[in-house]
C-alpha cells in the first residue's frame, strides 16, 4: 500500500470517488461545490498525482474521458490520516481524545463503541 500522504483536495477528490463511485474528472470536478470550486484543470492535475501515488486508477476509457477509481478505501485513509495524527504526538492518544471530549465533539456512543472495540480486542489477546 502508497504511504504517500494525502492533502485537503486530494482528500476532497478521494471522497467524491469512494461516494459516487468510479468518476470522469468532469464528474469529479462537478462534485465540488460551485462556491470555491478549484479549476477543472487543477483537479485533472491532482487526480494525476493521486493516480502518480496509486490511490486512483484509470477504469476504463469512455470516447475521450478516462473513468478513475479510488484503490484504496475510506478505512485505510482514515486510519493513515490519523496515525499521521498521532504521530505528531508520539504516538500518544490521550491528547487527542482529551481534545475530542474537551470540545464536545466525542460523545457516550463513540466511548461506547470504542469500549466495544476494546473489549473486543481484549479476548483476541486472551485467545492468542
Known amino acids: 500500500m502508497p504511504s504517500q500522504k494525502l492533502s485537503k483536495l486530494e482528500l476532497t477528490i478521494m471522497e467524491a470517488l469512494w461516494t ?4 470522469s474528472i468532469r464528474e469529479i470536478h462537478d462534485a465540488f461545490p460551485k462556491r470555491g ?3 477543472y484543470t487543477t483537479v485533472q492535475t491532482m487526480v494525476y498525482r ?3 501515488k496509486e ?8 470516447s475521450n474521458a478516462h473513468i478513475f477509481e479510488a484503490t484504496i478505501t475510506r478505512e485505510a485513509a482514515e486510519r493513515r ?7 505528531l504526538f508520539g ?4 491528547p487527542v481524545m482529551a481534545h ?8 457516550m456512543g ?8 476494546l473489549r473486543g480486542l481484549g479476548k483476541k489477546d486472551e485467545n492468542a
Open 55 to 62: 490511490m486512483v486508477r484509470r477504469a476504463k476509457k469512455i
Open 81 to 87: 490520516l490519523i496515525d499521521d495524527l498521532l504521530g
Open 100 to 107: 475530542l471530549i474537551e470540545t464536545g465533539k466525542l460523545t
Open 91 to 94: 504516538g500518544r492518544a490521550q
Open 20 to 23: 459516487q463511485g468510479a468518476s
Open 110 to 117: 463513540d466511548i461506547k463503541e470504542a469500549e466495544k472495540i
Open 50 to 52: 493521486l493516480e502518480a
Open 37 to 39: 470550486r478549484p479549476a
